[in-house]
């Protein structure tokens, strides 16, 4: 049997790729959860978390929904304002570690 190497690659690297968007998808999904919860931890409503985060009612329902994440700098402004930004990326409390020994 004779694979076409090349075709076979282009396959694979197709298959990565879908499986990778899903992924990407479902962890902006998951980090918009997990700023919502954060929230109400903090005792904010979205209107509030907005407002002090300093940006639109719009955007932060975007963030919840997962449309858009957080770039570095919101991070850091949630940061100061006392969201859990670990947890917010990764779903991993502050103090918790993870070894991959």
């Given at each position: 049997m004779?694979?076409?190497k090349a075709a076979f690659a282009k396959a694979v690297s197709a298959q990565q790729k879908e499986r990778r968007a899903i992924e990407?998808?479902?962890a902006k999904k998951a980090i918009g959860q997990r700023l919502s919860s954060e929230a109400a931890r903090l005792d904010l409503?979205?209107?509030a978390a907005a407002?002090?985060?300093g940006c639109s009612r719009r955007t932060?329902?975007?963030y919840e929904s997962g449309a858009t994440t957080p770039?570095?700098?919101m991070l850091r402004r949630l940061d100061a304002l006392g969201f859990?930004?670990?947890?917010?990326?990764t779903?991993?409390?502050g103090g918790e570690r993870k070894h991959n020994i």
């Open positions: 004779n694979i076409d990407d998808e479902e409503s979205g209107t407002v002090r985060a932060w329902l975007h770039d570095a700098a859990d930004v670990l947890y917010l990326v779903g991993r409390r």
